[in-house]
T-cell receptor, first 112, second 115 residues
Framework: DADVTQTPRNRITKTGKRIMLECSQT?????MYWYRQDPGLGLQLIYY???????NKGEISDGYSVSRQAQAKFSLSLESAIPNQTALYFC???????????FGPGTRLTVL | AQKVTQAQTEISVVEKEDVTLDCVYE???????LFWYKQPPSGELVFLIR??????QNEISGRYSWNFQKSTSSFNFTITASQVVDSAVYFC????????????FGRGTSLIVHP
């Protein structure tokens, strides 16, 4: 089984709808991240969490919110989706300060 | 502030050619770590290598090699005898205490290897 899973893998929604993307991990890592990827722009950090009680905004948090329900679960919500939030979304985990990240398979979100 | 620049947006080569992907970084920290990740067409991001700022030895893993040069703030990635399966987007990343241990990614280089 994959260490970092994301659900759903693909989602098409309409402008104004609320949507939640979920991430679960079995790696036992404290640190979790949400990124979005747009062609040519690389990975942009939306939110990150270094432990269950720690939530921090990334560089592009406007229009998004997160919930860290447990060490293993980190959810990303779009309260009112808009078309320019169409992107590929990745969840990632890491354990210590300088260690590598482990990424989920991504969620492809389309907002019509 | 920390920054990673991957100036090559896209590189196209023919199979068996050698190819080098450039990565230039900026940081004021003396301790930092550099990373390379691969994103094949299937979409997942896969960790390739981590390097700390105190170890300038080049690394070789099969057809992959990495050249870390602090003098030029570069951490370049070379694929020898490229194969079609090497086609992917490759990301370089930097992690520093000054950046709150949040990795900064470059924008990626898309490598296309033609048969």
């Amino acid at each position: 089984d994959a260490d970092v899973t994301q659900t759903p893998r693909n989602r098409i929604t309409k402008t104004g709808k609320r949507i939640m993307l979920e991430c679960s991990q079995t790696k036992g890592h404290d640190r979790m991240y949400w990124y979005r990827q747009d062609p040519g722009l690389g990975l942009q950090l939306i939110y990150y969490s270094f432990d269950v009680k720690d939530i921090n905004k990334g560089e592009i948090s406007d229009g998004y919110s997160v919930s860290r329900q447990a060490q293993a679960k980190f959810s990303l919500s779009l309260e009112s989706a808009i078309p320019n939030q169409t992107a590929l979304y990745f969840c990632a985990t890491s354990d210590e300060d300088y260690n590598e990240q482990f990424f989920g398979p991504g969620t492809r979100l389309t907002v019509l | 502030a920390q920054k990673v620049t991957q100036a090559q947006t896209e590189i196209s080569v023919v199979e068996k050619e050698d190819v080098t992907l450039d990565c230039v970084y900026e940081t004021r920290d003396t301790t930092y770590y550099l990373f390379w990740y691969k994103q094949p067409p299937s979409g997942e991001l896969v960790f390739l290598i981590r390097r700390n700022s105190f170890d300038e030895q080049n690394e070789i893993s099969g057809r992959y090699s990495w050249n870390f040069q602090k003098s030029t703030s570069s951490f370049n990635f070379t694929i020898t005898a490229s194969q079609v399966v090497d086609s992917a987007v490759y990301f370089c990343a930097l992690n520093t205490a000054g950046g709150s241990y949040i990795p900064t990614f470059g924008r990626g280089t898309s490598l296309i290897v033609h048969p």
